[in-house]
Each structure stands twice: as C-alpha cells, then as structure tokens.
C-alpha cells in the first residue's frame, strides 16, 4: 500500500506536554508498518486504529480525516499518543461527523504519513438506503494466504465489514500443528513459533497478522464490526477453562486476560469493562440493526464430550442419558444479562419500525446432526470408503459410521450443545417480533439454514460464512464420500453449505435480505479469482422472516 506523503503539518504545539514527537530520534526510524484501521461506527463518530513502529518511547500522534480523498479540507482532526503500554497501537474516537457519509482518515508522526484508510458513519435514523456488507471469520496466518480479505477490499462500497472472530489463531507453528502443513512452501510460518500463551506472545500474533499487506487492505477499505470467536484466546473456552489450556499453560484467568488486552490494544473497536463483555448493538437507519452477541466467556458453561459424557456404566453409548445431559436448563451460552440486553435491543429496534434484526453470532446456531453416512449410502460404500483411507480420515469416517448413527450432534461446540439456552433465544425472538437474520462464524462453512424451535416454528434464518484460509472441516476430507448433501438431506434446518474460501455478501433494503456466497479461487498463490457465489434471498413478515429463496 502506497503511503500518502503530501505536504506535512506539524503537530500541533503544546497537544501532547511531556511528549517528544518522536522519542525514537526522528521520523525517519519510525514506520507505520500495520497500516490503519477503523471501526464501531456511530452516526457521528468512529473509531480509528494504527500502529507506530520502531518507536522507543511515547510518541505523539494525530489523526485527520476528510471528506476528500485528497485531505483538501481536515473535517476533525485531533491527537493521540502511542506508547509502550499499549504496544504502541493508538485508538482515537473521531467525533463531530455527519451521518451516513463516507470519510478518509490518516495518522501523522511529525513529518510521517500512515496510509489513508476508507471509513463510514452510520445512516441517519430515518434512511432507508440499501446497505452492503461483507460477512467474514477464521483466518489461519499459517494455512494459506488471505486473498479472501483481498476480495473484500475491492468489494466497494461497503457500509462495515462484520467480523465474526477467529481473527487470528493461538496455535503454534510445528510441522504437525493445526492447518501448518497446508500452508507449507507459502512461507507463513507463525510468529512466535510456539502456542500464544502470555501477553508478548499474543502481541506478536497480532503484530504478524496486521502485517499482512491483503488484511490491511480489508482494513483500509471500510469500517469493521467485530467480535472475539475462540482462537483470539483459546480453542473452545468457556466461562471456567478452555479445552486448549492446561495447568502447564499457568492461570487460565492470566491467559485470557492477556489475550484480551492485546485484542483490544490491536482491533479498531471501542473498549469495554469488563474484556469479556464485548457484546453491543448498531442501528442502520430503518434498514437493519445489528446485534453482536458474546458466547465464549461471559456465561457458557463448559461443552459437553462424546468421549466423557456419551459413555454409559457399561462403555457402551449412553444415549438417553446423553440427551439428558444437554437438556439440563442450567446450561448456559449467553446468560440471562446478555439474554435481557438483547430482548431490550431488539424490542427497540422492531419498535422503531427497522426492518431486519441481524445477529453477529459465533457458532452455528442450526439443529445439525452429524451425518450417519451408512444409513444413507449404505454398509458396503462405507466399508469400500475406509478401505481406501488412513490416518484421520479414517478415524473421522469411522466416528460418522458409529458415533453419528445415534443421532447426535455434529457438533457440541455450537449451539447444538446448549438446546435449551437456545430455545430461550429463539422465544426472545417471538417476543420481540424480530426479523431475525442471524450470522455465524467459526464452522469453515457457509451455510444456509432456517432456524426453526421446538415447536416447528421458524424463528430466524442463518447464514453462517466460510473461512478466510483456516482448513475445511474434517467431515469434508474423506475422498470419494461428499457428506455435506447427507448433512443437507438429514438436516431440515439446513438448506444448503459448502467449504470453498471466501466470505458472505449480505445487501440489504426494507423489501428483501440477499447473501451471495462469494469465493476465491485459491489461497495457495497470487494472482487469484474472485467467483461470484450462490445467492440466497429472504423477505420480512409480520412478526418473523419468510423461508429462503435461491436465486
């Protein structure tokens, strides 16, 4: 990205008492190497993010934007200061902007100029303008290159980008660890090489991420709504611990608490008190408002196990008690603060006549039982197939021909493992008379889902979004079985998914919701394709969402 460097404006004098402009000796040692970022809007305000490097000490800085690409006229213009504390990111709130404009921002040290990034404010409360978003989660720095984050930068205009989390991966970057082999020869090795654990080690995890040239551009390209997954910490933590830390690890309390802090030091989004609490809403006119939920920390009760919890005194499956298991109603995923926030939103938004309810959600949030592929290609193509494979494939087609011809859960990590938490959920919905658009993260796959509750009714539609570049599941890597039309077939929520690289396009207008299902053509090398993708439609109804319709 080429960095603007048209005529300098000094700093202001006497902004920044105690403060040299530039500890670090000149201007010339310091490098805006992150590129800049924004985020959070509001109707007159945004947050904007950036990074000084090769600063040693506290370095002043201000921020600038206009409403020309050009920066002939300065709208707000104010300063900031990096500093050791905050590994020197700098995070201002720029005030005082109209609503729904589109504005240029930078950062200035002394006589240097950051690159120029691209942001908006929220509409006013009576626009019923259409809004474009770009839908995205897990990127794995190690397992391919993000030219999916690319695409999403040339993919204007763009009212925000929502990030779902997995924004970076705690894991390490051994031959063997998770998804390193497929991004082998590309050069992206992790940074640091071993498993984030302290403060430095997830600093420097965000520092590699940030300076990949493709998520800056994303970056630069629009404001951007996000919100923390699982690997930004832990794989599948919940209130208590997470399945990846252990006592070796130290405190779990101490983990998550730095990878926080570097989450909030390195994202362009407001902070919040507590960390965890992440969860907030945003009104986009009378077209949309967009609800982000939080289903990691705050009040999730620890995910059940088919090793621990399926087993029955005898080792054989267990799968009443099983079934018993999930349906204990203390079994929490948001919890009744969270739970009482949102019904206030929504009961707002629905009241003040907008139109759809979108929900930034994590983890799938569809019934989906694992696929029983012998009950639906039959004994003796199953046994052919394990003839075939080895390794972990094997071990994963042996677990859908056994574990999954009970009718269990593909997965217990998403909403599937706390049913009666989402019943409460989908009641809220009815009660609010949401439009209920929900979006998920987390799963490597877009899907396509009506969201029905126990009663049948549908409550919501799902789109849930693929991967930047983390690897497809595994339930998709057993050669010659395609088990995502068995998925489809024996799931009624699940009208459609698939496991190509890209990001979901959601358009919107008061009369319709259309997602296009975009993908890239690789993430093993440059040049690469962007594929327009399926296109999927809904239309609002009295107190409810109509079903989808492909285009």
């Known amino acids: 990205m080429k960095l603007d460097r048209r005529a300098a404006l000094g700093l202001i004098s006497g902004a920044f008492p105690g403060v040299a402009a530039a500890r670090s000796g000149s201007a010339s040692a310091l490098s805006f190497a992150h590129g800049v970022a924004s985020g959070d809007p509001q109707s007159d305000r945004v947050i904007l993010w950036t990074r000084v490097s090769g600063a040693t000490g506290p370095t002043a800085l201000t921020w600038e934007v206009s409403d020309k690409p050009g920066f002939r006229r300065i709208v707000a213009r104010g300063p900031v200061v990096a500093s050791e504390d905050r590994d020197y990111t700098a995070k201002a709130e720029a005030r005082g902007l109209r609503p729904g404009r589109r504005y240029y921002y930078r950062f200035r040290a002394g006589s240097l100029i950051s690159p120029v990034g691209r942001t908006r404010t929220l509409p006013e409360r009576d626009s019923t303008d259409p809004l474009r978003f770009a839908v995205t989660s897990?990127?794995?720095?190690?397992?391919?290159?993000?030219?999916?984050?690319?695409?999403?930068?040339?993919?204007?205009?763009?009212?925000?980008?929502?990030?779902?989390?997995?924004?970076?991966?705690?894991?390490?970057?051994?031959?063997?660890?998770?998804?390193?082999?497929?991004?082998?020869?590309?050069?992206?090795?992790?940074?640091?090489?071993?498993?984030?654990?302290?403060?430095?080690?997830?600093?420097?995890?965000?520092?590699?991420?940030?300076?990949?040239?493709?998520?800056?551009?994303?970056?630069?390209?629009?404001?951007?709504?996000?919100?923390?997954?699982?690997h930004e910490i832990a794989n599948d933590p919940w209130a208590d611990g997470a399945e990846n830390h252990n006592p070796g690890e130290g405190n779990w309390a101490d983990r998550k608490a730095a990878a926080l802090r570097a989450y909030y030091e390195w994202m362009p989004i407001r902070d919040h008190a507590p960390r965890e609490a992440i969860n907030r809403s945003f009104r986009f006119g009378e077209v949309a408002s967009l609800h982000m939920v939080e289903t990691r920390?705050?009040?999730?009760?620890?995910?059940?196990?088919?090793?621990?919890?399926?087993?029955?005194?005898?080792?054989?499956?267990?799968?009443?008690?099983?079934?018993?298991?999930?349906?204990?109603?203390?079994?929490?995923?948001?919890?009744?603060?969270?739970?009482?926030?949102?019904?206030?939103?929504?009961?707002?938004?629905?009241?003040?006549g907008v139109a759809w309810q979108l929900i930034g959600n994590q983890v799938v949030m569809a019934k989906v039982l694992g696929p029983d592929v012998v009950k639906a290609l039959g004994a003796q193509v199953v046994q052919q197939a394990l003839g075939r494979v080895e390794g972990r494939a094997k071990m994963r087609l042996e677990q859908m021909a056994g574990l999954f011809s009970y009718g269990v859960p593909l997965n217990l990590d998403a909403w599937d493992?706390?049913?009666?938490?989402?019943?409460?959920?989908?009641?809220?919905?009815?009660?609010?008379?949401?439009?209920?658009?929900?979006?998920?993260?987390?799963?490597?796959?877009?899907?396509?889902?009506?969201?029905?509750?126990?009663?049948?009714?549908?409550?919501?539609?799902?789109?849930?979004?693929?991967?930047?570049?983390?690897?497809?599941?595994?339930?998709?890597?057993?050669?010659?079985?395609?088990?995502?039309?068995?998925?489809v077939a024996q799931n009624p929520d699940v009208l459609y998914m698939e496991t190509e690289k890209g990001f979901t396009l959601l358009t919107l207008t008061r009369e319709e919701a259309v997602a296009e299902l975009v993908r890239v053509s690789t993430i093993r090398e440059k040049p690469f394709q962007v594929i327009p993708g399926k296109r999927f439609r809904v239309r609002p109804e009295a107190g409810g969402v109509s079903g989808?319709?492909?285009l």
């Open 138 to 230: 897990c990127a794995l720095h190690t397992a391919g290159l993000f030219n999916v984050y690319a695409a999403i930068a040339q993919s204007q205009p763009l009212d925000a980008v929502i990030h779902l989390g997995d924004y970076i991966y705690e894991y390490g970057g051994a031959p063997n660890d998770y998804g390193v082999s497929q991004g082998a020869g590309l050069n992206r090795l992790a940074d640091p090489p071993h498993e984030c654990v302290t403060l430095a080690d997830y600093r420097r995890r965000h520092a590699q991420y940030k300076s990949d040239p493709d998520l800056q551009a994303a970056h630069a390209a629009a404001p951007w709504i996000a919100v923390f997954d699982d």
């Open 297 to 352: 920390l705050l009040a999730r009760s620890r995910p059940l196990d088919y090793e621990t919890d399926l087993a029955g005194p005898d080792g054989r499956p267990d799968v009443a008690g099983f079934a018993a298991k999930l349906a204990d109603p203390s079994r929490r995923m948001m919890g009744e603060a969270q739970m009482a926030q949102l019904s206030a939103d929504l009961k707002a938004a629905v009241g003040q």
């Open 417 to 487: 493992g706390y049913p009666v938490e989402r019943e409460r959920l989908y009641a809220l919905f009815a009660e609010a008379r949401a439009r209920a658009v929900v979006l998920s993260g987390d799963s490597h796959t877009a899907w396509v889902n009506e969201l029905h509750d126990a009663g049948g009714r549908r409550a919501a539609v799902e789109f849930g979004v693929t991967a930047i570049s983390s690897p497809a599941p595994s339930f998709d890597a057993v050669p010659g079985i395609d088990v995502k039309p068995v998925i």
């Open 548 to 550: 989808v319709e492909a």
